[in-house]
């Protein structure tokens, strides 16, 4: 059962464009919902996070929304550069004290052309 | 660099071996997680852990699978009798502890576990 979901593999995009990548979950609890990214042979870096109590949250060239009734997110990066070629992964956790296990979606490989 | 590390990045083991993972968290940081990301898939929670205690393991396998974060020293992730199944990267990662609602962990390098 796939709590998180990114149903998008890969997604290709024009340097200077936005990319949005999409992300769907299942679990009414999670309330914290965090963006990774990921170059090969390396650690997820953390990008972004939102807290359910808000619908969108900035930070530079990165955005996440948030919506809550469709159990939604997205990250909009904008705009896109080629060093943002990674792999991106959504992750949820429930409860908003430190603590909380993150589940991941699949990910989707990003690749921005220049 | 004040990063999460993990040691070695990259471990080979033959079929039955032991294999021993080591994270140092961040400084500041008293939670240490372990994910398991298999290839072409996400990453898969393990364990929580905070000094001394293991506070959730429901991810990981009943058998063969340990954990540990002693007082002194990194958090250890020990797998005993290797099978070809474990190969997969295995990340470590840490947070702080805070009352607020921030929930974001940061990750180490991880370790690349082969077994031949």
């Known amino acids: 059962d796939q709590q998180v979901k990114q149903n998008s593999p890969s997604l290709s995009v024009q340097e200077g464009r936005i990319s949005i990548l999409n992300c769907d979950y299942t679990?009414?609890?999670?309330?914290?919902f965090l963006w990774y990214k990921k170059y090969p042979a390396e650690g997820p870096t953390f990008l972004i996070s939102i807290s359910s109590i808000k619908d969108k949250n900035e930070d530079g060239r990165f955005t996440v929304f948030l919506n809550k009734s469709a159990k939604h997110l997205s990250l909009h990066i904008v705009p896109s550069q080629p060093g943002d070629s990674a792999v991106y992964f959504c992750a949820a956790s429930a409860g908003s004290n430190a603590g909380n296990m993150l589940t991941f979606g699949g990910g989707t490989r990003l690749m921005v052309k220049p | 660099n004040a990063g999460v590390m993990q040691n070695p990045r990259h471990l080979v083991r033959r079929r039955g071996q032991e294999a021993r993972l080591r994270c140092s968290p961040m400084?500041?940081?008293?939670?240490v997680y372990w994910y398991r990301q298999l290839p072409e898939e996400g990453l898969k929670f393990m364990v929580y852990l905070q000094k001394e205690n293991i506070i959730d393991e429901s991810g990981m396998p009943k058998e063969r699978f340990s954990a540990e974060f002693p007082k002194e020293g990194p958090s250890i992730l020990r797998i005993q009798q290797v099978v070809r199944g474990d190969s997969a990267a295995y990340f470590c990662?840490?947070?702080?502890?805070?009352?607020?609602?921030?929930?974001?962990?940061?990750f180490g390098p991880g370790t690349r576990l082969t077994v031949l």
């Open positions: 679990n009414s609890m999670f309330d914290y």
């Open positions: 400084k500041g940081h008293s939670h």
């Open positions: 990662a840490s947070s702080p502890f805070v009352r607020d609602d921030s929930d974001t962990q940061y």
